[in-house]
């Protein structure tokens, strides 16, 4: 997570998600939009069509975008991946109040434009904003898919939507950190796909737990909580 003001230190990473900005300033538009032109690939969710003054600025328009902000006043709407595929998506009254939602000409909820060697992935409304984190994570998950993008980690199966697996590489090494907001116990079987070792245990309710592998010896090193 990189704040506005950081975005010099982005580099050059497979992929850059601005998440339901709603306004951004141009300083932060224009660093982004280069790191596009240089091969990146960015997924914007909802309009960025303001400045930090609030100020209209047509950034959709900008990238060869059409597209109108409009106040989103409705409860539901369903983002269309692809084909007939896609996630519904619920936004509760008070955010109906003062968020805004990007209106494509041909109603899609989802575009992608070529900006320089890179490209644009764009969705009409601010999908992080939405309840629950089930149509992130559809949304997020479809736009890896079509860059090629493989999960660190396999799932023997899917994992609650209360529980967050998060592996953080530490050069050949991995450091997965596992967190439960469930009511109850969680059984992880997970497989960290560089290395092939297999992490299997039992996620307490609402605790966390540490594991530790090693890229040169393949093998689970420290763990916490389990």
Do not use: M
């Not at 990473?13 to 709603?22: I, K, M, N, Y």
């Not at 070792?197 to 609402?206: D, I, Q, Y």
């Amino acid at each position: 997570v990189i704040a506005e003001n950081r975005l010099s230190a982005l580099g050059d990473v497979a992929l850059a998600v601005l998440p339901s900005p709603q306004a951004l300033t141009d300083e932060a538009w224009r660093t982004l939009l280069a790191y596009v032109e240089r091969g990146g690939a960015l997924l914007v969710t909802g309009p960025v069509e303001r400045d930090e003054h609030w100020r209209i600025s047509p950034r959709a328009a900008e990238v060869g975008l059409p597209a109108v902000a409009r106040p989103l006043t409705y409860h539901g709407s369903r983002l269309t991946l692809a084909g007939e595929r896609g996630v519904d998506l619920s936004f509760e009254q008070h955010k109906q109040h003062w968020l805004d939602t990007l209106v494509f000409p041909d109603g899609a909820t989802l575009k992608e434009v070529r900006h320089g060697k890179g490209r644009i992935l764009w969705a009409a409304d601010p999908v992080e904003l939405a309840e629950g984190t089930a149509p992130v994570a559809a949304l997020y998950r479809h736009v890896l898919g079509k860059l090629g993008v493989v999960e660190r980690f396999a799932l023997s199966s899917q994992a609650p939507a209360g529980v967050l697996i998060c592996p953080i590489p530490l050069g050949r090494d991995v450091l997965y950190v596992l967190v439960s907001e469930e009511a109850g116990a969680t059984k992880i079987d997970l497989t960290d796909r560089p290395t092939g070792v297999r992490l299997r245990l039992e996620l307490p309710s609402e605790h966390a737990a540490l594991a530790l592998i090693s890229g040169a010896q393949r093998k689970l090193v420290a763990r916490y909580g389990f």
